[in-house]
């Protein structure tokens, strides 16, 4: 399967603990990006990567999120000190060019 | 604050009928409109997309109709299938930031 992958697929934990999502795009795709959606809702905006630059991080990503992309192809999603407000879906895209974005199957965040 | 208005919310359509959702948006600096198709436990997968430059897009049985004027851009789907059921969401971009609206749940009957 040559399309977006995100690991892990479901992730359950306490609140107050940290997880660590990674996504793996498609190959020689030099643009990432990082949405979380939740019940309900459309995709919200949390960051974007042009190859290991971070170039754009949303308002609503708190101190508690930090994304990498350290060699320029796959990213990890990290949130320190879970809130309950944090269980979503995290979806990872990626593209070559603008406008053609390809979305993983996400990973669903269940904090309890 | 939505940046992106749609509706309906969910929407039931005979087979062969024509599927209409709209979308509108008030940021006249967004200039890339995308339609995603989302299956239950999926990603969205991209569908159909325009540029503000073009009134009208064809793709298949789905049309993008825009109007710049009005600020609002519309998804027909024409000759509706059970296997078209599925949420749909527009967007809006400007530079790589993307504006989702809330989804329409599509409903096929056969």
């Known amino acids: 399967d040559t399309g977006v992958s995100q690991d892990p697929r479901h992730k359950i934990t306490k609140r107050g603990q940290n997880v660590t999502f990674r996504c793996d795009p498609i190959?020689?795709?030099?643009?990432l990006y990082w949405y979380r959606q939740t019940l309900g809702q459309g995709p919200e905006f949390l960051t974007y990567f042009q190859n290991e630059a971070q170039l754009e991080k949303s308002r609503l990503l708190s101190d508690r999120f930090s994304a990498e992309r350290p060699k320029g192809s796959f990213s990890t999603l990290e949130i320190q000190r879970t809130e309950q407000g944090d269980s979503a879906m995290y979806l990872c895209a990626s593209s070559l060019d603008r406008g053609s974005e390809y979305f993983g199957p996400g990973t669903r965040l269940t904090v309890t | 604050q939505q940046q992106v208005k749609q509706s309906p919310q969910s929407l039931i359509v005979q087979k062969g009928g024509i599927s209409i959702i709209n979308c509108a948006y008030e940021?006249?600096?967004?200039?890339?409109f995308p339609w995603y198709q989302q299956f239950p436990g999926k990603g969205p997968a991209l569908l159909i997309a325009?540029?503000?430059?073009?009134s009208e897009k064809k793709e298949g049985r789905f049309t993008i109709s825009f109007n710049k004027s009005a600020k609002q851009f519309s998804l027909h789907i024409m000759d509706s299938q059970p296997g078209d059921s599925a949420t749909y969401f527009c967007a809006a971009s400007k530079g790589n930031q993307f504006y989702f609206g809330t989804g329409t749940s599509l409903t096929v009957i056969p």
């Open positions: 190959s020689e795709h030099n643009r």
């Open positions: 940021n006249t600096a967004f200039d890339y």
């Open positions: 325009i540029r503000p430059d073009v």
